[in-house]
């Protein structure tokens, strides 16, 4: 199987995985924030849909095209598997247990300093408080007591554990994809955009569903030799008309309090082409090379920005009047300076702690 990724695909691949992780930032930046104290928030729908639009929609296309792309990157060439499996425990499975490791411990030490528990403390995350079934499965992201848990305690790292279960399934998803073709497409999609799953009780290892679909998806397009260059033919006013409409039927639907798991789905998949197709815009301009300079520090950004992010929005909200007006502020600004101050950190890693930066980055340099 022959499947060419060329420079201009290489460029739209390393431009879409910069806009995934400024996504993943803003996800984020829309998740309470706990503290131990009484903090009064003006009320405003235009925020409340401003922020939906933003965070639960657009940018909701974040962690699919992650996976779609790891998919493809693994697809394109003849691979062992056991030698792509061990190359995926340095670089995966090493990477989730160091950071998990770290960032427990740097919280436990948090929220036990008297001058900064009230920033780390709620009483759904002290870590003292586990039991050993409960630290196991915060821990590997496992549900040996069909608990209620819905991500990881350092959350963003599920990516990575569902990442590295999708390469010990690879072999898998390529023998059934090749055996029952468009008929197990049509059965994820389906699964997904109704939302039919394992419930959680039942769902020992938490496998998500989105990242089952999206990596299947990526190997039907190297299977089929669909190339991004393909996408780039399609017609932008179209595609970006029909991208608006789906995006905003899904904002109407949420501030009727409507829930239509469909709809966003289909904003989702939509929403890669558009994306697929406006990085095709973005590398035919002078900003491509300014684009493309973040590329090296994804990585750094995706591993230190909750936490960075969570600091700042609980300072920002504990030391500013939350008017409606300073609310959109924090939320924007947040986000801007979690993205500059973990790309500063990533530049000081990797010329002052060069070996570190090795291991955390898995060999990515």
Same mark, same amino acid.
């Given at each position: 199987?022959?499947?060419?990724?060329?420079?201009?695909?290489?460029?739209?691949?390393?431009?879409?995985?910069?806009?995934?992780?400024?996504?993943?930032?803003?996800?984020?930046?829309?998740?309470?924030?706990?503290?131990?104290?009484?903090?009064?928030?003006?009320?405003?729908?235009?925020?409340?849909?401003?922020?939906?639009?933003?965070?639960?929609?657009?940018?909701?296309?974040?962690?699919?095209?992650?996976?779609?792309?790891?998919?493809?990157?693994?697809?394109?060439?003849?691979?062992?598997?056991?030698?792509?499996?061990?190359?995926?425990?340095?670089?995966?499975?090493?990477?989730?247990?160091?950071?998990?490791?770290?960032?427990?411990?740097?919280?436990?030490?948090?929220?036990?300093?008297?001058?900064?528990?009230?920033?780390?403390?709620?009483?759904?995350?002290?870590?003292?408080?586990?039991?050993?079934?409960?630290?196991?499965?915060?821990?590997?992201?496992?549900?040996?007591?069909?608990?209620?848990?819905?991500?990881?305690?350092?959350?963003?790292?599920?990516?990575?554990?569902?990442?590295?279960?999708?390469?010990?399934?690879?072999? +898998?998803?390529?023998? *059934?994809?090749?055996?029952?073709?468009?008929?197990? !497409? /049509?059965? @994820? $999609? =389906?699964?997904?955009? #109704?939302?039919?799953?394992?419930?959680?009780?039942?769902?020992?290892?938490?496998?998500?569903?989105?990242?089952?679909?999206?990596?299947?998806?990526?190997?039907?397009?190297?299977?089929?030799?669909?190339?991004?260059?393909?996408?780039?033919?399609?017609?932008?006013?179209?595609?970006?008309?029909?991208?608006?409409?789906?995006?905003?039927?899904?904002?109407?639907?949420?501030? +009727?309090?409507?829930? *239509?798991?469909?709809?966003?789905?289909?904003?989702? !998949? /939509?929403? @890669? $082409? =558009?994306?697929?197709? #406006?990085?095709?815009?973005?590398?035919?301009?002078?900003?491509?090379?300014?684009?493309?300079?973040?590329?090296?520090?994804?990585?750094?950004?995706?591993?230190?920005?909750?936490?960075?992010?969570?600091?700042?929005?609980?300072?920002?909200?504990?030391?500013?009047?939350?008017?409606?007006?300073?609310?959109?502020?924090?939320?924007?600004?947040?986000?801007?300076?979690?993205?500059?101050?973990?790309? *500063?950190?990533?530049?000081?890693?990797?010329?002052?702690?060069?070996? @570190?930066?090795?291991?955390?980055?898995?060999?990515?340099?």
């Amino acid at each position: 199987m022959k499947y060419t990724i060329t420079t201009k695909m290489s460029e739209q691949i390393s431009t879409l995985k910069i806009i995934s992780i400024i996504m993943v930032v803003f996800i984020h930046a829309n998740i309470t924030v706990h503290l131990n104290t009484n903090i009064y928030l003006e009320k405003s729908i235009c925020l409340d849909l401003f922020k939906y639009l933003i965070s639960e929609n657009i940018s909701r296309v974040a962690v699919p095209m992650f996976f779609f792309i790891s998919s493809i990157l693994l697809y394109r060439k003849n691979f062992s598997w056991s030698k792509n499996l061990k190359k995926k425990v340095k670089t995966l499975m090493v990477l989730y247990i160091l950071c998990n490791t770290i960032w427990i411990m740097v919280i436990l030490i948090l929220q036990n300093l008297s001058f900064t528990a009230v920033y780390f403390t709620s009483t759904d995350n002290l870590i003292l408080n586990w039991n050993i079934i409960e630290g196991f499965n915060r821990y590997f992201y496992f549900n040996i007591d069909g608990s209620k848990l819905m991500y990881p305690f350092v959350f963003p790292l599920w990516f990575i554990r569902d990442l590295f279960i999708m390469n010990i399934l690879a072999v +898998l998803v390529k023998y *059934l994809v090749d055996k029952f073709k468009f008929l197990l !497409l /049509i059965i @994820i $999609l =389906f699964v997904w955009c #109704f939302n039919i799953w394992i419930p959680n009780e039942y769902n020992f290892i938490y496998l998500n569903v989105q990242s089952v679909v999206f990596w299947v998806l990526g190997y039907y397009f190297v299977k089929y030799n669909i190339s991004f260059e393909d996408i780039n033919k399609i017609n932008g006013l179209v595609i970006g008309l029909f991208y608006i409409c789906i995006v905003a039927l899904n904002v109407t639907f949420f501030a +009727l309090e409507i829930e *239509l798991k469909p709809i966003l789905r289909i904003s989702i !998949l /939509i929403g @890669i $082409l =558009f994306w697929i197709k #406006f990085s095709n815009y973005i590398i035919n301009t002078h900003l491509k090379n300014k684009i493309l300079w973040f590329q090296q520090s994804i990585m750094i950004i995706y591993l230190f920005h909750e936490f960075t992010l969570t600091m700042l929005r609980k300072i920002l909200t504990k030391v500013l009047p939350q008017t409606i007006f300073m609310q959109l502020l924090e939320y924007i600004g947040a986000v801007l300076l979690t993205i500059i101050i973990t790309i *500063l950190l990533d530049r000081i890693l990797k010329k002052y702690f060069s070996d @570190i930066y090795k291991v955390i980055v898995g060999g990515r340099v």
